[in-house]
C-alpha cells in the first residue's frame, strides 16, 4: 500500500493531543490540593483516576478497534475526552475531577490501541521504526509545552491586561476566579472537538492486522498469563510508569514544600523540563543502544535516575531544582527497552502480550498514590522516597531479563 501522509500526520497530531491532556497532572497538583484543600493522598486519587483507566481499557480496547475499525474507536475516545475535559471545566469540583480524569484517560487508552496499527499501515511497514521514534518526539514536545500553557493561563487570567486578550477574556468569564487552573480543561474540550471535526472529515486506509498483532483471544491471555516472564515485565512498565509519573507529578509540590519555589512558575517549569529532558533523552538511547546491549542499557540509566533522585531529594534548593529535570533524562529510553525486552522474551501472541503490557501504565494511578499516603504521614521527601523501589524494580530488569533476541548493534555482537 502507498504511504498515506496525510494519515500520518492524523497520527502525529493525536500523539501531540493526547500528550497535552496526559501531562499536565504534575503541574496542577499544588493547585488541587490548594484550591480543594484536600491530603497529599486525595491529591494523588486524581493521576491515579487518570491512569487507573489503562488498566480497565487498555484490552477492552483491542477488541474495539478489532470489531469497529480505527476513525469509529478514534472518534468515540475524543468525544469521551471533550466529555470529560467539558464536565470538570463546567464544574470545577475534587469529587467531578476524579470522575471526568478517569473519563479522559479511558479515551486517551483507546486511542494509543487504536494509533500504532494505523500508523504502520499508513506510513509503511519499512518506516514503522521511525514514525515510532518521531511519534514520541512529537509526544515528549507537547509534554514539555503543555505546563507553559498552564503558567501563562495562571499567571494572565483576570489580570487588567487580559481584557485586551479575545481568549484571555473569554477564559476569564466561564473559569472561576479562585481556579485559574481550571481554563485548561477547556482548552482540552476545543483540542478533543477539533480532533473529531478533524476525523470525520478526513478518508482513512483500510487497516489489515497479522495474526501477531491483533488483540487476540482470552485464550491467548490465559496462556500468557501462566508464564513467569509475562508477570515480570508487566510489574515493571507498572513500575516504570509509576516511576515516571510519581516524578512528575509530585516535584513540584516537593519544590514548593521544602525550598519554596512558585508551583506556577519555576515548579511548572521543572515539569516541563523534565518532559524536555526525556525526549532529548530518547535521541541519546537511540544512539547507546546502537552499541550497547539494551540490558546494559537500562542499567546505566536506572543508576543515573536513582543518583539523580538522591541529589533531588537531598541537596539544596538550587541543585535540587535541577536534579528533578534531569531524572527524565535518563527516564527516557526505559519505556522502549522494557517493551522491545518483553516482546522478545516470548516467541507468541504479542499483539496480546502488548495488550498486558498497556494494562501495566496503570502504575502510573497506583504509584503516585502510595506516594501521596506516606508523604500524609511522613513527609512528601520520605513519600518521593518510595521511587527508590519502583526504579529499582526496573533496574533489575537489566540483570534478569533473557530475550531470545538481543538489539542490534554497530560493530559488536549480541550476547
Known amino acids: 500500500m502507498p504511504r498515506n501522509r496525510y494519515?500520518?500526520?492524523?497520527?502525529?497530531?493525536?500523539?501531540?493531543?493526547?500528550?497535552?491532556?496526559?501531562?499536565?497532572?504534575?503541574?496542577?497538583?499544588?493547585?488541587?490540593?490548594?484550591?480543594?484543600?484536600?491530603?497529599?493522598a486525595a491529591a494523588a486519587l486524581l493521576p491515579f483516576s487518570?491512569?487507573?483507566?489503562?488498566?480497565?481499557?487498555?484490552?477492552?480496547?483491542?477488541?474495539?478497534?478489532?470489531?469497529?475499525?480505527?476513525r469509529p474507536v478514534m472518534i468515540g475516545a475524543f468525544l469521551t475526552g471533550t466529555l470529560g475535559s467539558l464536565s470538570f471545566a463546567l464544574h470545577p469540583t475534587y469529587a467531578v475531577a476524579i470522575v471526568s480524569l478517569f473519563v479522559l484517560g479511558s479515551g486517551m487508552a483507546t486511542l494509543q490501541t487504536a494509533i500504532n496499527p494505523l500508523l504502520r499501515v499508513a506510513g509503511g511497514e519499512e518506516h514503522f521504526a521511525f514514525n515510532s521514534a518521531f511519534a514520541q518526539l512529537i509526544f515528549g514536545t507537547a509534554s514539555f509545552i503543555s505546563p507553559y500553557i498552564y503558567t501563562y493561563?495562571?499567571?494572565?487570567?483576570?489580570?487588567?491586561?487580559?481584557?485586551?486578550?479575545?481568549?484571555?477574556?473569554?477564559?476569564?468569564?466561564?473559569?472561576?476566579?479562585?481556579?485559574?487552573?481550571?481554563?485548561?480543561?477547556?482548552?482540552?474540550?476545543?483540542?478533543?472537538?477539533?480532533?473529531?471535526?478533524i476525523l470525520v472529515l478526513s478518508p482513512f486506509p483500510?487497516?489489515?492486522?497479522?495474526?501477531?498483532?491483533?488483540?487476540?483471544?482470552?485464550?491467548?491471555?490465559g496462556r500468557l498469563f501462566r508464564k513467569p516472564a509475562v508477570w515480570a515485565f508487566f510489574v515493571a512498565v507498572f513500575a516504570y510508569v509509576g516511576s515516571e509519573q510519581g516524578t512528575a507529578d509530585w516535584m513540584s509540590k516537593f519544590l514548593s514544600t521544602y525550598h519554596g519555589f512558585d508551583p506556577h512558575t519555576t515548579g511548572?517549569?521543572?515539569?516541563?523540563?523534565f518532559w524536555g529532558l526525556l525526549t532529548v533523552g530518547c535521541f541519546i538511547g537511540m544512539g547507546l543502544l546502537k552499541i550497547f546491549d539494551s540490558r546494559y542499557v537500562l542499567i546505566g540509566t536506572c543508576s543515573g535516575a536513582l543518583l539523580c533522585l538522591t541529589v533531588a531529594l537531598f541537596s539544596p534548593a538550587p541543585i535540587s531544582v535541577i536534579a528533578f529535570p534531569a531524572i527524565g533524562l535518563f527516564a527516557s529510553v526505559m519505556w522502549p527497552i522494557l517493551v522491545s525486552l518483553a516482546l522478545n522474551s516470548v516467541s507468541e501472541h504479542h499483539g496480546s502480550f502488548a495488550?498486558?503490557?498497556?494494562?501495566?501504565?496503570?502504575?502510573?494511578?497506583?504509584?503516585?498514590?502510595?506516594?501521596?499516603?506516606i508523604g500524609d504521614h511522613g513527609g512528601l521527601r520520605a513519600g518521593i522516597s518510595f521511587l527508590f523501589l519502583t526504579f529499582g524494580v526496573v533496574l533489575m530488569v537489566g540483570f534478569w531479563a533473557r530475550p531470545l533476541i538481543s538489539n542490534a548493534m554497530i560493530g559488536l555482537k549480541s550476547p
Open 7 to 40: 494519515m500520518v500526520g492524523i497520527v502525529f497530531l493525536t500523539f501531540f493531543v493526547m500528550s497535552l491532556l496526559t501531562n499536565i497532572l504534575g503541574p496542577i497538583v499544588p493547585d488541587i490540593i490548594t484550591s480543594f484543600k484536600v491530603s497529599l
Open 50 to 70: 487518570f491512569f487507573i483507566a489503562y488498566g480497565v481499557m487498555s484490552i477492552p480496547a483491542g477488541f474495539l478497534v478489532d470489531r469497529f475499525t480505527e
Open 153 to 197: 493561563l495562571v499567571l494572565n487570567l483576570g489580570t487588567p491586561k487580559s481584557q485586551d486578550n479575545p481568549l484571555l477574556r473569554l477564559l476569564g468569564q466561564i473559569t472561576p476566579s479562585d481556579l485559574p487552573w481550571a481554563s485548561m480543561y477547556w482548552i482540552f474540550a476545543v483540542f478533543t472537538v477539533c480532533m473529531i471535526a
Open 206 to 221: 483500510r487497516v489489515t492486522r497479522t495474526a501477531e498483532e491483533s488483540a487476540g483471544t482470552w485464550n491467548m491471555y
Open 268 to 273: 511548572a517549569a521543572a515539569v516541563s523540563w
Open 355 to 373: 495488550g498486558i503490557l498497556s494494562t501495566g501504565i496503570m502504575g502510573g494511578a497506583v504509584v503516585p498514590v502510595i506516594i501521596g499516603r
